[in-house]
């Protein structure tokens, strides 16, 4: 057991010192490889690793987003909008840029917002096209090589031409015309629907001629005019419309020449008719190019479109020449060569390229229609046979034959054509709004030469109802748009105003900016003309509210300032014609009317003044400022006037500074500033000797010393424009000058006699006969220069003031003023007759005072001579066409003078019955007492006390019975008060009269 156990320990013992040696021998190996060597490929492998980490990190390569990015573009520019849509939606989301191609995320926007704006209804294809132009700027501005590729350009230039922006889409249409791509064929057709539609606005027919009152032009520096007005009241000093332009004022002052016409100017368009229709696509006539040749040649490469061929009809040219020579092409604007280039470049494409049979008929029925608009109908009826050969667009081929029966005026055919188009489904919604429309105008079209008239009305009616269809079917859409102006336009031909302009309006807020305005039918300067042409014709034929309600809504058609222009001149004829109305009316009816009148020039001068401040910048703001402070004159809105004329001469006016002056100054009188209206009138006499306007200053300055009392100078006045070597007596200034000459030296001598009377009294008052003057200016004027004078001076007055009226009557026989001239001179003669009887008094030799006395029945007899006519010629007028406020006032004294003639010839029966004829008309006036007292004297010189006693009585009791109102004192008709009155009338019923 023992050795046993021995030898098993020594195999132990052996077994592992051989494990102690294996172990040493592995720890010198690494997975089997020395360990060195496995170290040195360890590090090796990290580096490698390492390297490859650096190599990504500075070459990353392309990401997933750039790649799909890519092939969106790719899709898109190959036409598959879907599938790009997909791939572009996540990358738009994460708002993702490619720094590689900084412009390509924005150019794929650009694509696919113009390819949502084709899809889109009309109300969202104007934003998602304006959104689609953006977006192609951006990517130009990140990467300006972009606008080099033909697919940027289509876009862009489409996007362009369907927003009007046509002056730079047309830049790059021109471009892509030139360049071989598949963008060529809609590029050139686009091009030529462009140049169409600047071509239809010069292709519209005139009007037929209006029977209406042809409109003119106002002239803002119109000079002032006055007319007369009576020396014995204020008058009115600034221009006036009416005859009382004053409500202190009892005469006329009218600025005949403040307005030079009652309608507003002409618009100044081109000739439209009521139911114009175009061939293209309708822009603004201001981008059309001033040199249309030019635009056959691309600013980028310089390759001309005239194209290599020297013929332009394409294979029916050969057909077309054997037909009879058709009448010239009418040419006015200077179309002609931008059509001739386009035919140019289709024939290029139609015989230089292999198109599809659909290019192949776009371009085929494209030239037709630019054959149609040159009017030379036979080549385009051949190019449309070549149309019919290879057309794969069966709508839009009969459409264009529609078009070219229309040409022929072969309306049956025509609509033959376009009936099936609006029945059942069609493929292109377009078609059908397009044939409804063409429809509509040939149902119109044959009414405008059908001579039956049931015929007439059952057309229109046929091709109303046909617009209305259009309208409620295509609501928005550019056909509908015209047929609204369309069916505007009937209505208003019908008297249907109120329609009309709804139609006119609801047009024109179609507009939502005017840079997006685009109508195929109706270019943006044909609009603008047809709605002119609708005011036009409303204001001459007097619809003024129709017209100004259309020349409000005009806006964003016209500008801010063609709106207001349009909104002032509706106004001013609306003013003129009301006052030309109220003018002609009978004087009883005008007072209920002034108001109307008066309101209807200051919405005039309002609507001046807001054109005024629209163009402040411009040269003709003086002259709007000048208009609407005429207006305000008109409308007896002096302080408004006066604060527009202030305005004026603050722009510093050379040529109308006199005039301007001139009117500030009578502004002025009419605010009664008299004391600052003289030195102004002073200052224009001085400063400007040669003006006319110092003529008219001169007339003022007479006036205002006239009412402030200053007789003297005023009379210095008149005579220095009597006297100029410049004036004639066909001056409206000499005219006005001699009249109111004569009326001065009348007040003169009254004057003068009732101081001498003063004087020369014995302790006796005059007697209320005396003292009741029979003119407004007959009292005595504070401030009036009397001489000492005699009876002889003062006649010679009176002999000079009747030698100026009766020369005034001589030489101006139809002249408004005549009664105010009949009247002083018929005054005159009665105080030259009573100036008589004053001198009879003296002691005098028996020869002399039978001379005198015979001068004196004389002048009473010429004063009552022309007295009774002047009455009887007043009260036919005032039975025929009533009296305004000063031949009423002249006719009341008038009927009070006849009985006081009467009375100084001793006629006393015909004196009282005269009396009582004026005191049963005129009982509110205070010479009804005076007539009292005349009456009471003749009937004592009758031997008839107790109607003498009666008469005094009743004068007593209108008196006591406040008969007469205390204004009528208060005025100038009478000398005495109302308690003067009552104790005159005691004193004479006293005295036992």
């Given at each position: 057991m023992a050795t046993h156990s021995s030898t098993a320990d020594a195999h132990g013992q052996h077994g592992k010192k051989e494990g102690h040696e294996q172990s040493a021998k592995s720890a010198g190996k690494i997975l089997g490889l020395p360990k060195r060597l496995a170290i040195l490929g360890a590090g090796l492998s990290g580096g490698i690793l390492l390297l490859a980490l650096v190599c990504w990190w500075l070459f990353p390569g392309e990401s997933t987003e750039a790649i799909h990015l890519a092939n969106a573009v790719k899709l898109l520019e190959e036409g598959h909008f879907e599938e790009a849509t997909e791939l572009l939606q996540p990358l738009i989301e994460s708002q993702f840029l490619d720094d590689e191609a900084p412009g390509r995320m924005a150019y794929a926007q650009g694509l696919l917002g113009y390819q949502e704006a084709r899809n889109s209804e009309k109300e969202m294809e104007l934003p998602r096209l304006a959104s689609a132009i953006a977006f192609l700027r951006d990517a130009q501005s990140r990467e300006p090589e972009i606008r080099k590729n033909p697919t940027w350009q289509n876009a862009m230039a489409q996007s362009l031409y369907r927003t009007g922006a046509i002056e730079e889409a047309r830049t790059w249409l021109v471009q892509l015309s030139t360049i071989e791509s598949s963008f060529q064929p809609q590029s050139v057709d686009t091009l030529c629907a462009l140049d169409l539609s600047l071509v239809d606005i010069n292709r519209v027919a005139p009007p037929a001629p209006s029977s209406a009152v042809e409109a003119h032009s106002s002239q803002p520096h119109s000079d002032d005019a006055h007319s007369k007005d009576d020396a014995h009241s204020k008058e009115t000093h600034a221009d006036s419309h009416d005859s009382h332009a004053s409500e202190k004022s009892h005469s006329n002052d009218h600025a005949a020449a403040a307005h030079s016409n009652a309608h507003p100017p002409a618009a100044k368009t081109k000739p439209t008719s009521d139911h114009g229709t175009g061939h293209g696509t309708g822009h603004s006539e201001k981008h059309s190019p001033k040199e249309p040749e030019g635009h056959g040649q691309s600013k980028h490469d310089g390759h001309s479109d005239s194209g290599g061929h020297g013929h332009s009809a394409g294979h029916g040219d050969d057909a077309a020449e054997a037909e009879?020579?058709?009448?010239?092409?009418?040419?006015?604007?200077?179309?002609?060569?931008?059509?001739?280039?386009?035919?140019?470049?289709?024939?290029?494409?139609?015989?230089?390229?292999?198109?599809?049979?659909?290019?192949?008929?776009?371009?085929?029925?494209?030239?037709?229609?630019?054959?149609?608009?040159?009017?030379?109908?036979?080549?385009?009826?051949?190019?449309?046979?070549?149309?019919?050969n290879s057309s794969t667009d069966p709508d839009g081929l009969a459409i264009q034959e529609a078009r070219l029966a229309m040409a022929k005026r072969k309306f049956p055919e025509a609509e033959k054509h376009l009936l099936p188009l609006t029945e059942g489904k069609r493929p292109n919604l377009r078609h059908v709004s397009t044939a409804l429309y063409l429809l509509a105008r040939c149902a119109l079209e044959q009414s405008s030469v059908e001579t039956a008239l049931n015929e007439q009305l059952a057309l229109r009616g046929q091709g109303m109802k046909r617009l209305r269809d259009l309208l409620v079917r295509f609501v928005g859409t550019e056909e509908a748009v015209v047929g609204m102006i369309d069916m505007a336009d009937i209505h208003r031909l019908e008297g249907n105003t109120e329609r009309a302009i709804e139609l006119y309006i609801g047009a024109v807020r179609t507009i939502v900016r005017l840079e997006d305005y685009h109508n195929r039918w109706l270019s943006q300067t044909a609009f603008r003309d047809r709605l002119r042409n609708a005011w036009k014709l409303w204001v001459e034929g007097g619809k003024y509210a129709e017209a100004l309600a259309l020349a409000e809504s005009l806006p964003p058609l016209f500008d801010r300032v063609e709106t207001a222009e349009l909104v002032a001149n509706t106004n001013r004829a609306w003013a003129m014609t009301q006052q030309e109305e109220y003018d002609q009316l009978p004087e009883s009816l005008k007072p209920p009317k002034l108001a109307q009148v008066r309101s209807r020039w200051k919405a005039s001068a309002r609507a001046w003044y807001q054109l005024a401040q629209t163009r402040k910048m411009n040269f003709r703001y003086p002259e709007d400022l000048w208009e609407s402070s005429s207006d305000s004159i008109a409308a007896a809105e002096y302080k408004s006037a006066l604060e527009r004329v202030d305005e004026y001469l603050a722009t510093l006016p050379r040529e109308m500074l006199a005039t301007a002056l001139v009117r500030k100054a009578g502004l002025m009188m009419d605010l009664d500033r008299l004391d600052e209206a003289i030195p102004i009138l002073e200052s224009v006499q001085q400063k400007f000797p040669s003006d006319p306007s110092s003529y008219k200053a001169q007339v003022r300055l007479a006036k205002a010393f006239t009412e402030k009392g200053d007789l003297f100078r005023a009379e210095t006045q008149w005579r220095a424009i009597l006297t100029s070597e410049t004036l004639t007596p066909e001056a409206a200034e000499w005219n006005e000058a001699l009249?109111?000459?004569?009326?001065?030296?009348?007040?003169?001598?009254?004057?003068?006699?009732?101081?001498?009377?003063?004087?020369?009294?014995?302790?006796?008052?005059?007697?209320?006969?005396?003292?009741?003057?029979?003119?407004?200016?007959?009292?005595?004027?504070?401030?009036?220069?009397?001489?000492?004078?005699?009876?002889?001076?003062?006649?010679?007055?009176?002999?000079?003031?009747?030698?100026?009226?009766?020369?005034?009557?001589?030489?101006?026989?139809?002249?408004?003023?005549?009664?105010?001239?009949?009247?002083?001179?018929?005054?005159?003669?009665?105080?030259?007759?009573?100036?008589?009887?004053?001198?009879?008094?003296?002691?005098?030799?028996?020869?002399?005072?039978?001379?005198?006395?015979?001068?004196?029945?004389?002048?009473?007899?010429?004063?009552?001579?022309?007295?009774?006519?002047?009455?009887?010629?007043?009260?036919?007028?005032?039975?025929?066409?009533?009296?305004?406020?000063?031949?009423?006032?002249?006719?009341?004294?008038?009927?009070?003078?006849?009985?006081?003639?009467?009375?100084?010839?001793?006629?006393?029966?015909?004196?009282?019955?005269?009396?009582?004829?004026?005191?049963?008309?005129?009982?509110?006036?205070?010479?009804?007492?005076?007539?009292?007292?005349?009456?009471?004297?003749?009937?004592?010189?009758?031997?008839?006390?107790?109607?003498?006693?009666?008469?005094?009585?009743?004068?007593?009791?209108?008196?006591?019975?406040?008969?007469?109102?205390?204004?009528?004192?208060?005025?100038?008709?009478?000398?005495?008060?109302?308690?003067?009155?009552?104790?005159?009338?005691?004193?004479?019923?006293?005295?036992?009269?």
């Open positions: 009879p020579e058709e009448p010239p092409f009418i040419d006015p604007y200077a179309s002609l060569p931008m059509l001739e280039g386009d035919l140019k470049r289709l024939a290029n494409l139609l015989e230089g390229q292999k198109l599809s049979l659909e290019d192949r008929t776009m371009l085929l029925l494209r030239r037709a229609d630019v054959l149609l608009a040159l009017e030379r109908t036979l080549e385009a009826e051949a190019a449309m046979q070549l149309a019919r009249l109111k000459l004569g009326c001065l030296l009348v007040d003169r001598g009254i004057l003068l006699r009732q101081e001498a009377d003063k004087k020369g009294a014995k302790g006796n008052s005059p007697t209320p006969a005396q003292t009741v003057s029979v003119s407004s200016n007959t009292s005595d004027l504070p401030g009036t220069y009397i001489p000492d004078a005699g009876i002889d001076s003062i006649r010679a007055v009176q002999i000079e003031a009747s030698s100026r009226l009766t020369e005034f009557l001589a030489r101006y026989p139809n002249d408004p003023s005549e009664v105010q001239a009949m009247y002083q001179l018929a005054r005159s003669q009665r105080e030259q007759a009573r100036l008589i009887r004053n001198a009879l008094k003296s002691p005098l030799a028996e020869a002399v005072k039978l001379r005198l006395a015979e001068q004196q029945k004389i002048l009473d007899e010429q004063s009552l001579d022309n007295l009774v006519k002047l009455r009887d010629t007043l009260n036919k007028q005032a039975n025929q066409t009533g009296l305004n406020t000063l031949h009423e006032a002249i006719l009341a004294n008038t009927a009070f003078d006849v009985g006081h003639q009467l009375f100084e010839l001793r006629r006393d029966k015909d004196a009282i019955m005269a009396y009582n004829t004026a005191i049963n008309r005129y009982r509110n006036n205070p010479q009804v007492l005076s007539a009292f007292l005349q009456m009471a004297e003749a009937y004592r010189r009758m031997g008839k006390p107790a109607e003498a006693r009666s008469m005094l009585e009743q004068g007593r009791v209108i008196l006591r019975q406040k008969q007469i109102p205390d204004s009528a004192f208060d005025n100038l008709g009478s000398s005495l008060t109302r308690e003067e009155w009552e104790l005159w009338l005691e004193k004479i019923s006293q005295l036992g009269h």
